[in-house]
């Protein structure tokens, strides 16, 4: 059974960091493509970085500068450090993979709540 496992989420300050990570288990964190998504209530759901196979990333143009996204594939785990934060970067973010084949992500975690006030 695959799964995604988020952790890292919680309440910072304006201009603040922290680091949010994705575990996954049942499948082959080292063959998929994973990205990082956010999604505050009333609003859409954003991309925010995503990370191939061969470490290429991108990110969203409101998080670009501020936020890295990494790959561990010995050890199953995408993290995605966050720097200089705003309140704008409050959601629940989501880990997602999906087969660098496919367009589509199909595996998705329960997500971790950012929080960022001042």
């Known amino acids: 059974q695959v799964q995604l496992l988020e952790s890292g989420g919680g309440s910072s300050q304006v201009g603040g960091g922290r680091v949010l990570t994705c575990v996954a288990s049942?499948?082959?964190?080292?063959?998929?493509?994973v990205g990082w998504f956010r999604q505050d209530p009333g609003k859409e759901r954003e991309g925010v970085a995503h990370i191939e196979l061969s470490g290429k990333t991108t990110y969203a143009d409101s998080v670009k500068g501020r936020f890295t996204i990494s790959r561990d594939n010995a050890k199953g785990t995408v993290d995605l450090q966050m720097n200089s934060l705003k309140p704008e970067d409050t959601a629940m973010y989501y880990c997602?993979?999906?087969?660098?084949?496919?367009?589509?992500?199909?595996?998705w975690g329960q997500g971790t709540q950012v929080t960022v006030s001042s």
């Open positions: 997602a993979a999906r087969s660098c084949l496919d367009v589509d992500y199909v595996y």
């Open positions: 049942g499948f082959t964190y080292g063959s998929a493509c």
